[in-house]
């Protein structure tokens, strides 16, 4: 069984469009996690939510927004999609706080042309 | 946001060497993780030190914490092609619910 799951594995699509990932996690852990890992392999946080409830929103625009509609799901929406947006996103869970051992997701890969 | 600071960013070596990755930071770290992610994959945790000064060994990799928990360093004996993969660490602060993570070393072993 898989601990996070992530779907969509690829997205392509065209700048200015709107696009959904989801991210669902069966360990029962209390925190998830979103992450961008960039085009040099850079993992930087973007949001915490614990509980279904925001934690950490890290300077990422409002044309992002996280919906956690339980402890076990933690989707994102991305808006007015651009270039720049491109990049593997990271799913991940943890029991409770940052420190422990966190699980990633498989990613997706977006692609904005 | 803490930074930490990793070197080398790259590393290229024959199968058979040993190899260091350093991971440093100005600020403390209530822990220090390491990772590895394979392409395509997410990372996977390989250890966590908690205390100063502490010792890990995962079979071939020694993981050392730095005395002031500032540092820590990964130390791979006679690599093998398997160990090619991108490492990570990453650092929690006190009460942290996320960890900040180093920028990572893309090891690759050659047979």
């Known amino acids: 069984d898989t601990a996070v799951s992530q779907t969509p594995k690829y997205l392509v699509t065209q700048m200015g469009n709107d696009k959904s990932i989801k991210c669902e996690q069966n360990?029962?852990?209390?925190?998830m996690y979103w992450y961008k890992q960039d085009s040099k392999k850079f993992l930087k946080i973007m949001f915490s939510?614990?509980?279904?409830?925001?934690?950490i929103n890290e300077t990422v625009p409002n044309r992002f927004s996280p919906k956690s509609p339980d402890k076990a799901h933690l989707n994102l929406h991305i808006n007015s999609l651009e270039l720049g947006d491109s990049a593997v996103y990271f799913c991940?869970?943890?029991?409770?706080?940052?420190?422990?051992?966190?699980?990633f997701g498989p990613g997706t890969r977006l692609t904005v042309l | 946001t803490q930074l930490l600071e990793q070197s080398p960013q790259f590393l290229s070596i024959q199968e058979g060497e040993n190899l260091t990755v350093y991971c440093n930071s100005s600020?403390?770290?209530?822990?220090l993780q390491w990772y590895r992610q394979e392409p395509g994959e997410g990372p996977v945790l390989l250890v966590t030190?908690?205390?100063?000064?502490e010792v890990k060994k995962l079979k071939r990799l020694t993981f050392q914490f730095g005395d002031a928990r500032k540092d820590s360093s990964l130390h791979i004996t006679a690599a093998q092609p398997g160990d090619t993969g991108l490492y990570l660490c990453?650092?929690?602060?006190?009460?942290?619910?996320?960890?900040?993570f180093g920028k990572g070393t893309s090891l690759l072993v050659t047979p």
């Open positions: 991940a869970s943890s029991q409770v706080r940052g420190g422990d051992t966190q699980y």
């Open positions: 360990l029962g852990h209390d925190t």
């Open positions: 939510y614990n509980n279904k409830e925001l934690i």
């Open positions: 600020s403390v770290f209530s822990s």
């Open positions: 030190v908690v205390t100063g000064g």
């Open positions: 990453a650092g929690a602060v006190n009460s942290g619910y996320a960890l900040n």
